[in-house]
């Protein structure tokens, strides 16, 4: 490995926006083809959540920006802009990687005015997409807020969770701790287009039976459910069955929001594969990111039988292990509603 020449001073066309973010270096390696890390020097770790938000969590901590799980619809490929990348293929192959976020984010929960609020993992950027396999982040971010007595969530899509059940059990034992796996597309061939860089929906399957086989309870976010490709009634019966008999404790059923440049994006796609449904789609979000009430309603008819039908309703425990009750709640109770 010649990482030794890719220093601070080397001249590697690293984009001016990074500089913002305490740049330090790029790397690209060939066990990572077609990715470029860009480290970099975080300043903070804990990122606090807006009250006017109504999230069932106050902070979040991103060990990555960008996500090669390259999901065609991801929500936060416009803040790849905010360092003079584009929110398409940048967004997949430029990952910045937050090198001394474990050290920030032991300095940060130190301080006596922590107060041990909910920290969610996995908001932004899955914290277990490719990069991780590298740079190896969840360990000690995991470590650092059960040190701290902090209660966290994670959602994850990726399959490298496996490697830190033993870590994330033993911390369920001391602080509240929530396990949500990211599952909306049964169909492998659709799965192929519009998640390429994802574990298949089979792996993912035998992820939440590994996160109960550990112990732990495993809530499924079924989101964003596609309109037209996603939300029949029959691949939502096909794909809660098939969750269900995998183990889960739980699920929550949404639509597709469609922010900032994250639509152009994803419309693009869709005008190359599925041209028949631009002109719905431009219907349906002629109002805004969001689909409209009507369609709301429509889907959480067809999916609120079916969630009933496979036992996904009830809220059960969604702090796994947990020896006290939690100081606030890391996760919603359980819903099959569309937000």
Known sequence: MRWSAQGVNVDD?????????GFVRSVRTPQFD??????VLCKSALNKVPAESQ??????VNGYRGCSHACRYCFARPTHEYLDLDCGDDFDSQVVVKTNVVDVLRRELSRPSWRRESVALGTNTDPYQRA???????????????????PFSILTKGTLLRRDLPLITEAATRVPVSVSVSLAIGDPELHRQVEP???????????ISAVREAGLDCHVMVAPVLPHLTDSVDHLDILLGQIAEAGATGVTVFGLHLRGSTRGWFMSWLADH?????????RLYR????????????LRRRAAPLVAKYGLTGQGNRFSRVPRPPAAPVAEPVQATLF
Do not use: N
């Open 13 to 21: 066309g690293a984009l001016p926006g990074l500089q913002r973010i």
């Open 55 to 60: 999230l069932p969590f106050t902070y979040t």
């Open 132 to 150: 991780e396999g590298r740079y190896a982040l969840m360990p000690g971010i995991i470590g650092a807020l059960t040190d701290f007595g902090t």
């Open 274 to 282: 599925h041209p028949e449904l631009v002109a719905p789609y431009r």
């Open 34 to 39: 077609g990715i470029t890390f860009h480290e």
């Open 287 to 298: 109002q805004g990111a969001y689909l409209p009430e009507e369609y709301r309603d429509r």
């Open 197 to 207: 860089g994802t574990p298949t929906p089979q792996a993912r399957l035998q992820l």
